[in-house]
């Protein structure tokens, strides 16, 4: 039997619940024995009932473990490095079916027809039952993208990392920061941070963090804002001020919206400059509509862009910014709260209220 924390009834606290654990693997499935697991602020909206998921569910959809078991035919990773029971591994958080309008034609494998996502797609009553990080134990089934991790990438920046590092290296490929521009990011949660490193390695000569609290604020300029400006203590007009000051008086060249808060939309469109560009990351749950006037969009010319998910090359590319010490220290600093899985509750009423850096459950 395995431990899990089990999502019940949205907006009532998580149920910790045993599952069997003996089910004989098919071929390409694996089990992993998980060592850490990080919560991410979309647990926090389907916890709160703003994504459309099965109940009850087991959330997690970010994790490192050790391979227990693997079915027929597993014998490398997704990079082709050879697996055995043992490895320290993570995974990418969602498997595509290959075959859809969107995967084959389109390409837009996250927009798969098909697509589940772990710790929020599967019903924890339906066997194998353990298909989120929120556990003791993950059922990983055919097609998932397994990546052994190397001695030299802790398990820390891994799970500080998160998913919002691969999400993020997906949003700039589809907008990318170029060398001298200044960008702004809205937001400084696990998303935020990302964007602003990846704004940073890409040459940006300026970086606007909006966001908060204060603590949050501090890890922005340990990852590489110039600038920082707390949403709590100043008005959208000020902000506004504020950035085009820092920007020679034209706006952003890059908006990188982060902060899952509908109203930043329309204000990140004010933040932009005539011809700039604005990417909206954040707004992976559905937390309700916002007004904004579109005559900015015309008058500005805008170029908008919408970002979802990430495939497994974005966790690819993720992990490889993971090896340089300097960034490891980054993300692993992220995780300021570590919680046994009994406390899962506890976990997300932090990260609910803003009041750690990154949470993360420690099953063992």
């Known amino acids: 039997m395995a431990k899990a924390a089990v999502l019940v009834e949205f907006g009532q606290p998580l149920v910790v619940r045993e599952f069997p654990t003996h089910f004989e693997l098919a071929p390409g499935e694996a089990v992993v024995e998980i060592e850490m697991a990080g919560i991410c602020g979309t647990d926090v909206h389907i916890w709160r009932g703003e994504l459309p998921v099965p109940l009850p569910l087991i959330l997690g959809h970010e994790a490192v473990g050790r391979l227990r078991a693997l079915g027929p035919g597993v014998t490398h990773d997704w990079t082709g490095q050879p697996i055995q029971p043992g490895d320290r591994v993570t995974w990418a958080s969602s498997v595509v079916c290959g075959e859809c309008y969107y995967c084959r034609i ?4 996250t927009r798969c027809l098909h697509r589940k996502a772990y710790g929020i797609s599967y019903n924890a009553n339906e066997p194998p039952h353990l298909r989120g990080g929120y556990a003791e134990q993950i059922y990983l089934r055919a097609g998932t993208a397994l990546f052994k991790l190397p001695d030299d990438i ?17 949003g700039l490929e589809r907008c990318p920061v170029h060398w001298g521009e200044a960008v702004v990011v809205q937001g400084t949660g696990p998303v935020g941070l990302a964007a602003i490193a990846l704004a940073r390695i890409s040459g940006a000569s300026r970086i606007i963090a909006i966001g908060g609290p204060s603590h949050r604020l501090e890890l922005a300029k340990h990852f590489g804002a110039d600038t920082l400006i707390d949403v709590a203590t100043t008005t959208a007009e000020e902000r506004r001020r504020w950035v085009a000051q820092e920007s020679g008086g034209f706006g952003a060249d890059v908006v990188i919206e982060c902060a899952g808060v509908p109203d930043a939309v329309a204000e990140g469109i004010e933040l932009c400059r005539d011809g700039g560009r604005y990417l909206v990351l954040g ?14 969009i015309t008058r500005k010319q805008l170029e908008l862009r919408g970002s979802w998910g990430f495939e497994p090359r974005h ?35 932090t990260v609910s209220k803003w009041e750690s850096g990154k949470s993360v459950l420690v099953p063992g």
């Open 106 to 109: 389109k390409p837009q494998p």
């Open 154 to 170: 802790p398990t820390a920046a891994v799970v500080g990392a998160g998913c919002g590092l691969a999400t993020a290296v997906h």
């Open 283 to 296: 707004q992976y749950a559905n937390t309700g509509a916002t007004q904004l006037n579109p005559h900015w």
């Open 315 to 349: 966790l690819w590319r993720a992990l490889t910014l993971l090896r340089d010490p300097y960034w490891q220290q980054r993300f692993a600093s992220e995780i300021t709260h570590r919680f046994p899985l009994e406390q899962v509750n506890l976990a997300l009423e």
